[in-house]
């Protein structure tokens, strides 16, 4: 064990606002930093890998980890479940490792009643309803249907948005990896 704790870093924000990439980038920026990687009922889409970039699950596995209590949060997220493995979360920050987290309003809301001092949340906004729904269609991963559903549900997300620590418009890529590279070695050396 380290005395010195790690950092949660949660970022959350509506599906196509940019997370994933920003997160592989803020990856490669602090090669120290650890990724929670989720545990979901989803299937995997075609890039995606399991075990690296989700651990893809049937739901009555996912039921059996909550159950074992397993996960430290978790939420349904549309259709799906989604997870945070807490032995990951406790180990990572006991040896005083950072961690990035990938998750929903409902995840960072369970979160910040645990962790406040030791985490900073951030949340992603598009720069409009609109630019959020062309992302989408570009992404083509998702059917007309969904991409309802999706923007339906970003609507209600932005909403939660004020009860972060930081709010960040995803304008420009690199404009908005600067900012979040400013918030993350701040919050660390406000620790
Ligand atoms: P997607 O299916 O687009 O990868 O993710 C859908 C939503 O689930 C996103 O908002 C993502 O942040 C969220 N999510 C991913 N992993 C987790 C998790 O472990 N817990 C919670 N609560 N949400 C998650």
Same mark, same amino acid.
């Given at each position: ?5 790690? !950092? ?13 990439? !920003?997160?592989?980038? !803020? !990856? ?10 989720? @545990? ?16 893809? @699950? ?10 074992? =209590?397993?996960? @430290? ?9 989604? =997870? ?20 929903? @309003? ?86």
């Amino acid at each position: 064990m380290s005395c010195k704790k790690g !950092l949660l870093i949660v970022i959350s924000g509506p599906s196509g606002v940019g997370k994933t990439t !920003l997160g592989k980038k !803020l !990856l490669t920026q602090f090669p120290e930093m650890k990724y929670s990687i989720s @545990v979901t009922t989803r299937n995997p889409r075609k890039t995606e890998v399991n075990g690296h970039d989700y651990v893809f @699950v049937r739901m009555e596995k996912f039921k059996e980890n909550i159950e074992k =209590g397993y996960f @430290v949060e978790w939420a349904k997220v549309g259709d799906n479940l989604y =997870g945070t493995s807490k032995t990951f979360i406790g180990d990572a920050i006991n040896s005083g490792s950072d961690v990035l987290l990938d998750i929903d @309003v409902q995840g960072a809301s369970q979160l910040r009643k645990l962790y406040q001092e030791k985490g900073v949340f951030i949340f992603i906004n598009p720069p409009s309803i609109h630019t959020l729904r062309n992302r989408l269609n570009l992404r083509k991963t998702d059917s007309e249907q969904e991409i309802d559903a999706r923007i339906m549900l970003a609507k209600k997300e932005i909403k939660e948005s004020n009860s972060y620590n930081y709010v960040v418009v995803n304008k420009d890529l690199s404009k908005t990896l600067e900012d979040l590279s400013c918030i993350i070695n701040f919050e660390k050396r406000k620790r």
